[in-house]
């Protein structure tokens, strides 16, 4: 092997982190997942210009014959990329659900973390290695997570009088839980209403 082709391959294997690939977890799965380099929706084929490894499969996929690195590689179990373009993403997501991956995991910066994320979760698969924020969620057109704060406050009151049988205990503690919760109010414009939290 060449020094060339062979610095050319440690580049290739080294030169990102920004991956995604199969869960390993396949609870639930019903259908085979491929993790068979080249294979690809005729979309995604027919959207880039392509070089192909030494066996013929597709490998690394351009955006034009200008751009000196590829948009995204395909290394079989996993797809990869040096940049976390949008639609980038959202075309190495096709090729993941075309493979029958719903469970994904994704690795690198938090940038490519996140769109991945939002572009996984509008696309019904599941994605770990990345914690949402609520503003996340809503870009991915998922409901809240949690549950409304005064809900929180009625369940956080019902366990303070389950487990302390002091009342004067209970009512500096609520007191403390309700101006944490109006602090709260205040900075997210929510209306405040200590008194129903102190009820029942």
Same mark, same amino acid.
């Given at each position: 092997?060449?020094?060339? /082709?062979?610095?050319?391959?440690?580049? $290739? =294997?080294?030169?990102?982190?920004?991956?995604?690939?199969?869960?390993?977890?396949?609870?639930?799965?019903?259908?085979? +997942?491929? =993790?068979?380099? #080249?294979?690809?929706?005729?979309? @995604?084929?027919?959207? !880039?210009?392509?070089? +192909?490894?030494? &066996? #013929?499969?597709?490998?690394?996929? !351009? *955006?034009?014959?200008?751009?000196?690195?590829? /948009?995204?590689?395909?290394?079989? &179990? *996993?797809?990869?990329?040096?940049?976390? !373009?949008?639609? =980038?993403?959202?075309?190495?997501?096709? @090729?993941?659900?075309?493979?029958?991956?719903?469970?994904?995991? @994704?690795?690198?910066?938090? =940038?490519?973390? &996140?769109?991945?994320?939002?572009? /996984?979760?509008?696309?019904?698969? $599941?994605?770990? #290695? !990345?914690?949402?924020?609520?503003?996340? &969620?809503?870009?991915?057109?998922?409901?809240?997570?949690?549950?409304?704060? $005064?809900?929180?406050? *009625?369940?956080?009151?019902?366990?303070?009088?389950?487990?302390?049988?002091?009342?004067?205990?209970?009512?500096?503690?609520?007191?403390? @839980?309700?101006?944490? /919760?109006?602090?709260? %109010?205040?900075?997210?414009? $929510? +209306?405040?209403? +200590?008194?129903?939290?102190?009820? %029942?």
């Amino acid at each position: 092997m060449t020094q060339l /082709a062979a610095s050319h391959l440690n580049q $290739e =294997t080294t030169a990102s982190a920004n991956q995604i690939t199969p869960d390993r977890a396949r609870r639930g799965e019903t259908k085979p +997942r491929s =993790t068979a380099k #080249g294979d690809l929706p005729q979309a @995604v084929l027919d959207r !880039y210009l392509i070089e +192909r490894d030494l &066996r #013929g499969r597709p490998e690394r996929f !351009y *955006r034009d014959h200008r751009t000196p690195d590829p /948009a995204f590689r395909d290394q079989g &179990r *996993r797809l990869t990329t040096d940049r976390p !373009y949008p639609d =980038t993403i959202a075309d190495m997501l096709k @090729v993941a659900q075309h493979r029958g991956w719903t469970r994904l995991k @994704v690795d690198g910066d938090d =940038t490519f973390r &996140r769109e991945v994320w939002i572009h /996984a979760r509008a696309m019904g698969l $599941e994605v770990k #290695g !990345y914690r949402p924020r609520q503003r996340d &969620r809503q870009a991915a057109g998922l409901p809240a997570s949690r549950l409304p704060l $005064e809900e929180r406050l *009625r369940m956080a009151s019902a366990v303070v009088r389950s487990l302390i049988p002091d009342p004067e205990a209970q009512r500096r503690l609520l007191d403390h @839980v309700a101006a944490s /919760a109006d602090r709260f %109010r205040g900075r997210t414009g $929510e +209306r405040t209403s +200590r008194d129903r939290f102190h009820q %029942r």
